[in-house]
């Protein structure tokens, strides 16, 4: 089985894309927004077991703002340039309509090998699902712009049903072919102006998956990328060393859904939060010592400053009911 590939294909596709950015003028889903205020100079104290010091900071913290609400909620605020959605190899858990609706206002749209054998699933059960129902036939998903991975995984069905879509090879056993595609990605985006990429993923299964999954977090990390891991009930970014602000969905506080703060890979020395039940202040989190797990909301604005990178988890609500209430495929 080899499915098209090559770097004419890249090229054709890239440029196919560009060219669309110019002519279509999408609305982007701004989940987090960077910002830069000026620079000034201040101190602050970091308290770790044992010892106090004072830290002269001469370069201020960047601030993030974050909106995940915008994402898990059906009230997707949609910006300029759209986002990407990106299909990995599990099965879908996110609910049908939320899926519908992320896909429906993507500016990109791309499946990562066995990712496409799931999206194969998802588009023939959305058909099936209405016939069955007896309910007239909705708008057929917009198509996938690209498939890309070392396609080890997509069967020949799948290369067959989506034989008009561009495939992008990338053979390299060194990275994953998630962690390949957001590289393919990037570039795209980079010219298209478009930031956030929403991931379709599961936590279920390999764990060395979920692990390189979070890694791809770390290696995709660039001021104008963000990407946002969505299962059938959580969501999970990156927060970069900086000031963070997270509106957290109302729901999520009276509901006292959990949310989770973890230092994977590195400690960080200097983590104060607000808004949370259990907080920090000036504390040093690590594998080994302190990760903030189970934790929930005090009030409905999270803010965190770190001077590492911190995964950020948090449950999405109403996702499990009606994920347990969906057909598995
Ligand atoms: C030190 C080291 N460990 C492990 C590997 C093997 N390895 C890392 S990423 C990768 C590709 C994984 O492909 P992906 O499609 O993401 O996952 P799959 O389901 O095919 O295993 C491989 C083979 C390596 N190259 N180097
Ligand atoms: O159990 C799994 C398997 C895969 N993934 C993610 O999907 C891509 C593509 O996987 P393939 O097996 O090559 O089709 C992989 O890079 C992982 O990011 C997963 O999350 N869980």
């Known amino acids: 089985m080899s499915p098209g590939c090559g770097s004419k294909v890249v090229l054709n596709w890239m440029r196919r894309s560009g060219q669309r950015a110019l002519t279509e003028g999408r609305r982007l889903a701004r989940v987090g927004r960077p910002t830069?205020?000026?620079?000034?100079?201040?101190?602050?104290?970091?308290?770790?077991?044992?010892?106090?010091?004072?830290?002269?900071?001469?370069?201020?913290?960047?601030?993030?703002?974050?909106t995940p609400g915008d994402l898990i909620s059906e009230n997707f605020k949609l910006g300029d340039n759209g986002h990407v959605c990106v299909v990995l190899n599990r099965q879908i858990q996110v609910p049908a309509h939320v899926v519908t609706l992320l896909w429906k206002n993507a500016a990109l749209?791309?499946?990562?090998?066995?990712?496409?054998?799931?999206?194969?699933?998802?588009?023939?059960?959305?058909?099936?699902?209405k016939h069955s129902k007896d309910e007239p036939a909705s708008a057929p998903l917009e198509p996938l712009d690209v498939i890309t991975g070392d396609f080890d995984s997509i069967t020949e069905e799948t290369?067959?049903?989506?034989?008009?879509?561009?495939?992008?090879?990338?053979?390299?056993?060194?990275?994953?072919?998630?962690?390949?595609?957001?590289?393919v990605l990037q570039?795209?985006?980079?010219?298209?102006?478009?930031?956030?990429?929403?991931?379709?993923?599961?936590?279920?299964?390999?764990?060395?998956?979920?692990?390189?999954?979070?890694?791809?977090?770390?290696?995709?990390?660039?001021?104008?990328?963000?990407?946002?891991?969505?299962?059938?009930?959580?969501?999970?970014?990156?927060?970069?060393?900086?000031?963070?602000?997270?509106?957290?969905?109302?729901?999520?506080?009276?509901?006292?859904?959990?949310?989770?703060?973890?230092?994977?890979?590195?400690?960080?020395?200097?983590?104060?939060?607000?808004?949370?039940?259990?907080?920090?202040?000036?504390?040093?989190?690590?594998?080994?010592?302190?990760?903030?797990?189970?934790?929930t909301y005090a009030t409905e604005f999270v803010q965190v400053e770190t001077d590492a990178n911190l995964i950020w988890s948090m449950g999405a609500y109403e996702f499990e009911d009606k994920v347990r209430q969906m057909p598995k495929s």
């Open 109 to 129: 749209r791309c499946a990562v090998d066995g990712g496409s054998n799931h999206w194969r699933n998802f588009v023939v059960d959305q058909v099936l699902s």
């Open 159 to 183: 290369v067959d049903f989506f034989k008009t879509t561009p495939k992008i090879h990338t053979p390299d056993q060194d990275a994953t072919d998630f962690t390949k595609a957001i590289a």
């Open 187 to 295: 570039p795209v985006m980079a010219q298209r102006k478009i930031q956030d990429v929403v991931v379709f993923h599961d936590t279920s299964g390999r764990l060395d998956h979920v692990m390189a999954n979070l890694n791809t977090l770390y290696k995709s990390q660039k001021d104008n990328c963000n990407v946002f891991l969505l299962s059938g009930d959580s969501v999970t970014w990156l927060l970069r060393p900086g000031k963070h602000t997270i509106k957290v969905p109302v729901d999520l506080v009276t509901t006292q859904r959990w949310c989770s703060l973890m230092p994977v890979g590195a400690t960080a020395h200097n983590v104060t939060t607000t808004g949370l039940k259990w907080n920090l202040y000036h504390a040093q989190m690590e594998f080994g010592g302190m990760v903030s797990t189970s934790n």
């Open 36 to 66: 830069h205020p000026a620079q000034h100079r201040f101190f602050c104290t970091k308290t770790t077991i044992g010892f106090r010091q004072q830290m002269d900071h001469t370069i201020p913290p960047k601030v993030y703002k974050w």
